[in-house]
């Protein structure tokens, strides 16, 4: 077991590294699309944490184009996967993204998001760590439509380590801000 946690601590590491890397895009992910989504959550949202982020490009039509995920880094959705180079010799990881979508309930201003990580695998000089995981944003946007108060609720497994507990990540969301980035 502390085996697995030194395995698991070095795996956040070396997201840490590689994922400010830029990295290859493969594969393809699915979007689904809400046709009531208002234009103006159209736009880039971010959420900053104490060591990473994430970050979200609603697109006019509902669709989610890109994502900053904590543990893949920048991920253009269309292209569905990312590889990335380790810093050392043979090491590596890859991030194969699943179903990504956003709905928004104009009667609440609740916006929720899925984010599906499928499949990862991170070679590390110390051993391969491989899971997948699920993330889920809820909560209400704003009235001026700049922030976005989300319970981030983050559903992982890793092989060979025991399931997450639901009941622990329903009852304790992590709260974040995403606010409304003004790109041009």
Known sequence: MKQLLVLAGFAI???????CQDGDIIN???VDVDEQFPDFLAGVWEAEMTESKWAFQFEGDGSISKITHV???EVDL???AVYLEGRE???YAVFAMGPCEAEYDANTRELSVKIILEHYAMKLP?????GK???YFQGPVSEDGKTWNAGWKNYAWLEGAAPPDANEIEANPVPLVFTKLDIK
Not at 13 to 19: D, I, N, S, W, Y
Not at 126 to 130: A, N, R, S, T, V
């Open 13 to 19: 590491v070396l997201a840490g590294l590689v994922g």
């Open 28 to 30: 393809e992910a699915n």
């Open 71 to 73: 543990l893949a880094g």
């Open 78 to 80: 269309e292209e569905g």
């Open 89 to 91: 010799p043979n090491t």
């Open 126 to 130: 110390q051993g391969l760590l491989e």
């Open 133 to 135: 995981s699920h993330d």
